[in-house]
Structures are given as C-alpha cells and as structure tokens.
C-alpha cells in the first residue's frame, strides 16, 4: 500500500509526524479517510478519535476539533488539542464531561445549543472508548 506524509499538529506538541498508509478524520461534516493520492480537501474536525494506520498497527488519538488538510505534501492536521489513547486520563475525561453538564445551567439560547453540542461529542468519545476496551 502506497504511503504518505502525516504531521499532527497541537498547541502543545508535535503529536505525530511520519508516513501512514491511512488517517480516519473526525470531520464536522462526516467522518473521512484519507489514503495516498487523495485529493486536496481542507476540512474542519469536530472532537472524535483520528485512527492512524501503518503497516497493520492502528494508533487512535483523541482530537477536540480543528482543522484538516490534504495537498501533494500529504495530510496536516492542526488539532485544538490531540491526546494519544495511552496518554488518556479516562478518570479526568468523565470529570470534564461531569463539569460540562453542570455548566449547562449557566447558558442559554445560541450558547447553550453549542455547549450541548460539545458536549455531546465528548459524550460520543467517551462512548467510543468505552466500546474500545472491550475490544
């Protein structure tokens, strides 16, 4: 299988950086995959898990949003944040999410759409890690 470049991006740090046969993207419009030769594409990322995947080995990350985008170079993503599965505080995730819901009650209208919102992504996240370590 045909490879490519594939830096992941965060505030914090480089998360990743090397050549991958496959990156699966959170997209706010849907989930995508992206394999050598895709077309060049920009696209936003809604919180999820991004799987990597090289020589058989799948590496899932958990990313908050943020941006994607595919040129001849290969795939940049610039995450708002980027967390490896293994780096993952599972006991912090369900206290954020925990704090998320009790902070529902401080907004309301257009904000309290999007707080419902975000929420629901880490919701699905937390779901997906779930069915994750019963795998």
């Known amino acids: 299988m045909a ?3 594939f830096d992941l991006v965060s505030p914090e740090k480089l998360a990743f950086s090397g050549e991958v046969d ?3 993207i959170p997209g706010v419009e849907g989930d995508f995959g992206v394999l ?3 077309a060049p594409v920009v696209a936003a990322i809604r919180p999820g898990i991004l799987t990597v995947t090289t020589a058989g080995r799948h590496e899932k990350i958990i990313v908050l949003g943020g941006l994607a985008e595919v040129s001849e170079k290969g795939l940049t993503v610039l995450a708002d944040v980027a967390t490896s599965l293994d780096e993952l505080d599972r006991a912090q995730f369900a206290e954020t999410i925990a704090e ?3 902070g529902l009650k401080e ?3 257009g904000e309290l759409d999007l707080a419902i919102e975000r929420l629901d992504h880490y919701k699905s996240i937390q779901q997906q890690l779930s069915s994750t370590a019963m795998h």
């Open 3 to 5: 490879t490519f470049h």
């Open 22 to 24: 496959q990156v699966d």
């Open 36 to 38: 050598a030769g895709h």
């Open 100 to 102: 998320m819901e009790e």
């Open 107 to 109: 907004h309301e209208g």
